[in-house]
């Protein structure tokens, strides 16, 4: 049996080749391969693949090495059934600047010099720019042996970079190779331990910022900062992490699938922004000043909402309308205002630099095409890190080409057949009927052109820890945990939850007392439920003039602050906290979701790195009570009818849509599109 790890990773890497290797005479190569052999547990990774490579090529390998190689007498995923499970050494992400071939970090930089950016994923390097409690990766093995993933580095201004693919095995070291992306490794696969990316300082004195970006597909998994001054001999190279999506690379598989990866840096003030249809040629762009633009589409979707008569908000929706709607006039008029603001978000965001318009012009027409090859809504994938003065609104962002003046678009039939009064039955088509009415127009007004209508938007929390996609196991009841604040109308509030428990399954909501912040603390520490549901109020504490401001979940007699959930984590909950019933966490409160420059705590990083949820849903703008409830209701109907919540929230948005409601679109979800509450059925989505 194989005692190696790094030998079996090697094997790994050239068993499937076998049947193609052996043409060889046994008894020219028998003894070279077991002098080989005698010595591979202490070897390098990377030479013993290459030695196994050579070796290999040879008849009678499979009959004389069978019982030795064979990996049906491994355990799953390549486990060796009669070794004990001792956990593997942890991998980092290790990145260094050096001479142009060299190995080993240069400790600073000259100007003019040829230097290489290096990435790879192993033991961690002692020279990484990354120190080790941001680089590491716990090294668990990886589903069907290994992955390809694609490192891409922007430097300085640049607006395209070179990608590199390079493969991740079950164990030791990544290596980047000749071999197609992709596909199975060629029978002269070389590996070489590092991505290099070439890179000359520039003629004077100077500092470089760019990102190191690690994708799996569209997916950005691991993105660096770095900054690389030249000339300077007090300052040294060095990185830290911007972000990262997965702890382990282990299950990369849940984000397989995605349409496109946005990332914005706000180090650089760049967007990165890759898809499928420019996996190898992603883009820097410019991030544009959009902060402005941010709080013009709040405020016209919150004056689609509400009127302001003194210091009264009055809903536009009607009081006592338990069906929050409005005819087709308003709904079209609304949908008008905040097409011109979504173009505003589009095009201060993908402004592009100088003379290059393509990720401007080509990421509508990739999500289009996405929807109608995939048959169902693209997912696109937003890393944003950024605290502008008003964080952008994603869901609103409108990509059809549209002018200034909001009369003058024509209207596409989508508008009245899926708005109140509508003809539409059934489920709402991944791609706008009338798409071909659209091709080589402006000023076209369609459902489509919004974001959130059109795509399941993903924003991931980095929590430094995997992120859930499934909240429970198979076969277990769901429960629904809900925190109600004393402050709302009792009326509205019985109705609500009266209309939840007859479309949630018995017993699967529970209403417990929680009269004091002690027994709220008790309530969240076990992993007793799938979802915890605050239907409160949510206000701003501020607690001197001009400073930043906290949130607060009023929940009647106390209230209930992002601190206050970081201190029960510390001091009352166990360590860690939710750790295998990862709950979703809803928060139906006015801008619970909201992030301003003027928001010194979060409730979403609260939640998900402090307490362990595996994501949260919150609000952009203030909502008034009854429409709160009558979204939440769509919502949980979904998800505990076993949609994901990337499809939950995107059939919510609608379903309100079809009332002449467009206020879908002030919900925002920071977790995995595709978290359910239970393993999805096979198909299912």
Request: charged share 20%; aromatic share 8%; proline share 8%.
């Amino acid at each position: 049996m194989i005692k190696s790890d790094r030998l079996r990773w090697a094997v790994d890497l050239i068993w499937p080749h076998l049947p193609e290797l052996v043409d060889d005479d046994w008894a020219d190569v028998e003894p070279r391969l077991l002098d080989a052999l005698a010595g591979l547990d202490d070897a390098d990774p990377v030479s013993t693949a290459r030695v196994l490579a050579v070796l290999l090529r040879h008849s009678a390998v499979q009959e004389r090495l069978g019982p030795l190689l064979d990996p049906g007498a491994w355990g799953t995923r390549g486990t060796p059934v009669d070794e004990p499970a001792s956990g593997p050494p942890a991998r980092s992400v290790n990145t260094l600047v050096a001479r142009a071939g060299a190995d080993t970090a240069a400790s600073r930089l000259f100007p003019a010099t040829e230097y290489e950016v290096l990435l790879n994923i192993g033991p961690h390097q002692p020279d990484s720019l990354l120190p080790d409690t941001e680089a590491r990766w716990p090294d668990e093995l990886l589903p069907d042996g290994g992955l390809w993933l694609r490192a891409v580095l922007f430097l300085g201004s640049q607006t395209r970079a070179r990608t590199v693919p390079f493969f991740l095995g079950p164990a030791g070291e990544s290596f980047h190779c000749g071999c197609t992306p992709d596909g199975p490794h060629d029978v002269g696969c070389i590996p070489q331990r590092w991505v290099r990316f070439p890179w000359r300082t520039p003629e004077e004195p100077a500092a470089v910022d760019g990102e190191l970006v690690v994708y799996h597909q569209a997916a950005a998994v691991v993105a660096v900062r770095l900054h690389l001054p030249s000339g300077e001999p007090l300052r040294a190279p060095h990185a830290w992490l911007a972000g990262r999506l997965t702890s382990s690379f282990n299950d990369l598989g849940k984000l397989a699938g995605r349409t496109a990866s946005v990332v914005a840096s706000g180090g650089s003030g760049r967007v990165l922004v890759n898809g499928t249809g420019f996996l190898d040629n992603p883009f820097a762009i410019g991030a544009g000043a959009a902060d402005t633009s941010a709080f013009n589409a709040r405020t016209a979707l919150f004056n689609s909402h509400f009127e302001r008569r003194g210091d009264t908000l009055l809903s536009r929706y009607g009081a006592g309308r338990e069906a929050f709607d409005k005819d087709y006039d308003a709904y079209e008029k609304d949908l008008r205002r905040l097409a011109r603001e979504g173009a505003e978000l589009y095009t201060a965001l993908f402004r592009p630099p100088g003379s290059d318009n393509t990720v401007a012009f080509t990421l509508p027409a990739l999500i289009r095409h996405e929807a109608r090859v995939r048959g169902r809504p693209p997912v696109i994938q937003i890393v944003d890190d950024r605290f502008d003065e008003h964080a952008m609104l994603w869901s609103l962002i409108y990509d059809l080409p549209v002018g200034s003046d909001p009369e003058r678009y024509q209207v596409c039939p989508a508008v009245r057949e899926f708005g109140p009064g509508g003809n539409h039955s059934g489920p709402i088509p991944p791609l706008c009927p009338h798409e071909d009415t659209h091709r080589g127009r402006g000023d076209v007004l369609c459902p489509y052109g919004f974001w959130g209508l059109s795509c399941l938007l993903e924003q991931p929390p980095t929590v430094g820890r995997d992120l859930a996609a499934v909240v429970g196991p198979a076969g277990d009841a769901v429960t629904v945990l809900a925190a109600v604040g004393g402050s709302l109308d009792a009326k509205l509030t019985e109705q609500h939850f009266t209309r939840l428990s007859a479309r949630l399954p018995d017993p699967a909501l529970r209403r417990p007392p929680a009269a004091r912040p002690e027994q709220l603390a008790a309530l969240l520490g076990p992993e007793a439920m799938d979802v915890v549901y605050f239907y409160c109020h949510c206000g701003y504490d501020r607690r001197s003039p001009g400073a930043a401001a906290d949130r607060y979940l009023d929940l009647g007699g106390y209230t209930v602050q992002p601190l206050d959930i970081t201190m029960w984590a510390r001091t009352v909950w166990p360590d860690p906290h939710w750790s295998s019933r990862r709950p979703l966490v809803l928060l139906n409160g006015c801008h619970t979701a909201e992030a301003t420059s003027g928001t010194l705590n979060a409730f979403v990083p609260a939640f998900t790195e402090w307490a362990g949820a595996s994501g949260v849903v919150g609000t952009e703008i203030t909502v008034e009570q009854g429409l709160a409830g009558r979204v939440m209701e769509e919502l949980l109907a979904g998800l505990l009818d076993g949609q994901s919540l990337g499809v939950a929230l995107h059939a919510t948005r609608w379903a309100m849509l079809a009332r002449g409601n467009v206020i879908g679109l002030a919900y925002t979800a920071y977790s995995f599109a595709n978290l359910t509450l239970r393993p999805s059925v096979a198909g299912q989505e």
